[in-house]
């Protein structure tokens, strides 16, 4: 457990996102309000260290904002194997610089 006392980990909760062109977020002022797309009941995205961990719901209690996890996100299998890329029909990273014979 003291391995893990001075672990640091950046969590993020992402509320929702939003696409705009770059030239109208410069235009934006202070107090300007940008609107999501997402709505009150839609699930959260919990990040560490910028990678999905969980997601989760907003718990309004009186003044308090909290999230509630409901869902845990697992690491797909390809990627906790050394040496295979990431993605559909993943082959052994060695495999796929070899030459034909």
Not at 36 to 63: K, S
Not at 68 to 90: M, N
Request: proline share 5%; hydrophobic share 45%; with cysteine.
């Amino acid at each position: 457990m003291a391995v893990l006392e001075d672990l640091k980990v950046d969590l993020t909760v992402v509320l929702g996102r939003c696409r705009m062109p770059l030239h109208m977020l410069l235009r934006m002022g202070r107090g300007a309000v940008i609107e999501l797309e997402a709505t009150e009941t839609d699930l959260v995205e919990i990040l560490a260290n910028d990678h999905p961990v969980a997601r989760g719901q907003i718990v309004v209690t009186g003044n308090r904002i909290s999230i509630e996890v409901t869902e845990l996100i697992r690491k797909a299998d390809s990627v906790r194997i050394p040496g295979v890329t990431i993605g559909d029909g993943a082959v052994p990273f060695l495999e796929s610089r070899m030459e034909p014979a």
